[in-house]
């Protein structure tokens, strides 16, 4: 039986997303080695997932989806209770979902959602600082979120992406980028087929440029265009940046946060 899961953690205390050792070994904590093992004991036999967006170490999650395999007679409701109970506190299994035989949660994934929140003001953050970047300097949103419009669409984001990328080529279609100033938090949304690894952050970092004044609002176009990455801002902190999930078509009748808009 395949099942899908939607999956919460604070990535704080992980070395991101993939597992770093070998499957039923211990090595570094990772989200995924955390959730197989639990899922395992739930199974009392070996479950391998596979999830729909690989986030990096310090990058945390709202509702990361995957999927699994197993022969077990459990209930999705044993799945998730069970699960959890097995789960440090910065990770919870939110629901699961009995699926068809071809569903996979990364290839029929149609988007992926981030948010990356800024505190903009002069003395860093006491409380929630777990999910906020700091930015002690003036920022303008508004620049920034006009800047930012030049990425939309189908691009090379090969100015964004570390050098470390492992991805055949840097083609991304980037859907919606929205920057809004809510009182002392600049809220940064993305929403694309696809990422690159640290683009988001590395988009963000550029941003930041334009909004200190550093930078005019055509720079950022400039940098796409460019295609080099050595000209582009720093790669903006982990801290801030937070998977809102994946999307996709109701066919396959996943929750609605996860599901496409009709």
């Not at 777990?130 to 620049?143: F, G, T």
């Not at 990425?151 to 929205?178: I, M, W």
């Not at 690894?197 to 590395?202: D, P, Q």
């Not at 609002?217 to 400039?222: C, L, Q, V, Y």
Request: proline share 7%.
């Amino acid at each position: 039986m395949r099942y899908a899961l939607g999956v919460e953690y604070d990535g704080g205390e992980f070395r991101g997303w993939q597992r770093l050792s070998p499957h039923g070994q211990p090595g570094e904590p990772t989200v995924q080695a955390t959730l197989e093992d639990a899922l395992s004991s739930v199974a009392a036999a070996p479950v391998e997932v596979i999830c729909a967006g690989r986030t990096d170490a310090g990058v945390h999650a709202e509702c990361q989806v995957v999927h699994f395999d197993s022969d077990a007679p459990r209930t999705p409701r044993s799945w998730s209770l069970g699960t959890t109970t097995r789960l440090p506190p910065s990770v919870c299994v939110r629901w699961c979902v009995p699926m068809a035989d071809d569903f996979n949660a990364r290839f029929s994934a149609r988007a992926r959602r981030y948010r990356y929140r800024i505190l903009n003001r002069a003395v860093r953050p006491a409380l929630g600082r777990q999910q906020l970047s700091w930015e002690r300097l003036p920022l303008d949103a508004e620049a920034m979120h006009r800047a930012a419009q030049s990425l939309l669409g189908e691009n090379d984001f090969n100015a964004f992406r570390t050098v470390h990328c492992q991805a055949p080529h840097a083609v991304r279609d980037l859907q919606k980028l929205s920057i809004v100033r809510e009182g002392e938090q600049v809220r940064v949304d993305i929403q694309a087929n696809a990422f690159l690894h640290h683009m988001v952050r590395n988009i963000v970092g550029s941003l930041l440029m334009v909004g200190r004044g550093e930078k005019p609002e055509s720079w950022i176009a400039e940098l796409l265009a460019g295609r080099d990455r050595t000209l582009a801002g720093p790669t903006a902190p982990a801290d801030g940046l937070v998977f809102l999930g994946p999307l996709y078509p109701r066919k396959w009748g996943l929750p609605e946060e996860v599901s496409l808009p009709d």
